[in-house]
Structure formats: structure tokens, C-alpha cells
């Protein structure tokens, strides 16, 4: 059975830090593309981050507004993709998604949520004092 599951959400305060976590059962991670999404109230989900699949590279890039505060990395024995969240801002806040993309993905698309095709349940993350 195919599964993504999101954890590490929570409540931090303003500057502080996070690690999400989506753990993959029933296919292996480093065959696909990871992509970390954000959705926050009344807005459209947003590409926060990808990893490209080990075959194209383990490519990885951000989202301008999180670039140099995040960090997306894989461990392949755990068949987890992590999302590391520095100087978290309130802009932050918002229900985290992690999904896999099958296809080779050309580089401009790679944060387009329309490009992946199987999706987790999502973590709520809120930053705020």
C-alpha cells in the first residue's frame, strides 16, 4: 500500500525551528521526485521545496521565500524526506504537504503542485508568540 506520512509539525514561536519528516511505504523515495508543498487559510498551495530522484541527481531547490532558511534532504535507508525550517517567520504558518512525483520533471516545474501525483495527509505547522 502506497503512503506518505507527514510529522514533526507543531506551535513554534517566531525564529525558531522545525523538522518535518514524511516517511514512505509500499515504493522506494529515491526513485521519485519529493516535493515539499504549503497551503496556508484562504490561499493556494505553494511549492516550498523538491528533491529530485537519485537517478536525476538528488537535485534540490527552494521556494525564493524560504531559500536559506530550509533544507531538504533524504535518507534512503529510512525512506524518509525531511524538511529542515530555520528562522521560522508567522508567513510560515500553514498545513505542510509532502508528495512524489513518477515523471522527470523539467527544472521550471519542479515546485508546481500539479506535477505530483500521490500526496500525504499533511502536518499543521503555526508559527506565532
Known amino acids: 500500500q502506497l503512503q506518505l506520512v507527514e510529522s514533526g509539525g507543531g506551535l513554534v514561536q517566531p525564529g525558531g525551528s522545525l523538522r518535518l519528516s514524511c516517511a514512505a511505504s509500499?515504493?522506494?523515495?529515491?526513485?521519485?521526485?519529493l516535493g515539499w508543498f504549503r497551503q496556508a487559510p484562504g490561499k493556494e498551495r505553494e511549492g516550498v521545496s523538491y528533491i529530485s530522484s537519485s537517478s536525476s541527481g538528488s537535485n534540490t531547490n527552494y521556494a525564493d521565500s524560504v531559500k536559506g532558511r530550509f533544507t531538504i534532504s533524504r535518507d534512503s535507508a529510512k525512506n524518509t524526506v525531511y524538511l529542515q525550517m530555520n528562522s521560522l517567520k508567522p508567513e510560515d504558518t500553514a498545513i505542510y504537504y509532502c508528495?512524489?512525483?513518477?515523471?522527470?520533471?523539467?527544472?521550471?516545474?519542479?515546485?508546481?503542485?500539479?506535477?505530483?501525483?500521490?500526496w500525504g495527509q499533511g502536518t499543521q505547522v503555526t508559527v506565532s508568540s
Open positions: 509500499g515504493f522506494t523515495l529515491d526513485y521519485y521526485y
Open positions: 508528495a512524489r512525483s513518477g515523471s522527470v520533471i523539467a527544472p521550471r516545474n519542479r515546485l508546481l503542485p500539479r506535477y505530483y501525483d500521490y
